[in-house]
């Protein structure tokens, strides 16, 4: 059976696919076929129900329920760190109000987030790799940044406003989830929990042969020199990645409640876990 898989394009999640797409692990009869496109057009793309297994933003996974289930490994959660706001000069989230801000997607959990801490801005949806470029040539105001730019902001000259991450553990006492892989529930309960194994086994690979895996992700790395990179993929792919367990579990039902509570989300959402 073939099952198409989606990820980002970048490090962590090369690092955490490395040995489903190298075979280094028995699938079980089920052959993977990886698609790599940016999380916003994999949001967009699931909202279709195109991919059996996908990374999505958990803010799109709120408007998936009724396809996908969400897989237990596979998380981004940024621990007391995460999406960053940035500026070409020195500011404050009380700067943020009424401003135009680029941002890499309504559907991503960086908007959401954002939106929560500030109600108020000029949203400017822009490719995830352009956003400093458009900070720093003045066509917005601010820029929300995902994936490598959280690290290499300040070599731009970009000045940090605020880590929401950090924002979120201060108002919630819990990691922030950004992102996790979803499973189409038409598959059926036995299919399902092969592949929630599957990247189990591919995730518990990753860390247990962590230089070949980095090394293969090297090439998504995006200019990171390998130390750099390695510290990317840490902040990303660490044991929340094998498993959310409990207060990752509560971490989710949170961001989508407050998400519901603030008018963001227009619906209650009610999360499903395939369990393997």
């Given at each position: 059976m073939k099952i198409h898989l989606a990820h980002s394009p970048d490090s962590d999640d090369a690092f955490m696919f490395y040995a489903l797409s190298k075979g280094l692990i028995d699938t079980e009869g089920l052959t993977y076929v990886h698609s790599l496109q940016d999380i916003e057009s994999l949001n967009q793309r699931a909202l279709k129900g195109e991919l059996e297994v996908s990374a999505v933003s958990i803010h799109a996974y709120a408007f998936l329920t009724d396809k996908y289930s969400l897989l237990t490994s596979g998380?981004?959660?940024?621990?007391?760190?995460?999406?960053?706001?940035?500026?070409?000069?020195?500011?404050?989230?009380t700067?943020?109000?009424?401003?135009?801000?680029?941002?890499?997607?309504?559907?991503?959990?960086?908007?959401?987030a954002l939106r929560l801490l500030e109600a108020d801005f000029v949203a400017v949806p822009t490719a995830f790799d352009a956003i400093e470029t458009a900070v720093m040539g003045g066509e917005v105001?601010?820029?929300?940044?995902?994936?490598?730019?959280?690290?290499?902001?300040?070599?731009?000259g970009l000045h940090l406003v605020t880590d929401l991450g950090g924002w979120w553990f201060e108002q919630t006492g819990?990691?922030?989830?950004?992102?996790?892989?979803?499973?189409?529930?038409?598959?059926?309960?036995?299919v399902l929990r092969k592949i929630s194994r599957h990247i189990r086994a591919s995730i518990q690979y990753a860390l247990a042969h962590?230089?070949?895996?980095?090394?293969?992700?090297m090439q998504f790395a995006r200019g990171l020199e390998r130390s750099r990179a390695?510290?990317?993929?840490?902040?990303?792919?660490?044991?929340?990645?094998?498993?959310?367990?409990?207060?990752?579990?509560?971490?989710?039902?949170?961001?989508?409640?407050r998400g519901v509570a603030a008018g963001i989300?227009?619906?209650?959402v009610f999360p499903e876990f395939i369990e393997d």
């Open positions: 998380a981004s959660m940024g621990d007391r760190y995460g999406p960053r706001v940035v500026s070409r000069t020195p500011a404050s989230t700067d943020l109000r009424g401003r135009r801000i680029a941002i890499p997607g309504l559907l991503t959990t960086a908007y959401l105001d601010f820029g929300l940044l995902i994936h490598e730019g959280q690290l290499t902001f300040g070599e731009a819990l990691p922030l989830p950004l992102g996790g892989n979803v499973a189409r529930k038409d598959l059926g309960a036995d962590r230089d070949a895996a980095l090394s293969h992700a390695d510290t990317f993929v840490g902040m990303y792919v660490n044991d929340w990645t094998l498993d959310y367990g409990e207060r990752g579990r509560l971490a989710i039902r949170e961001l989508l409640h989300i227009p619906h209650a």
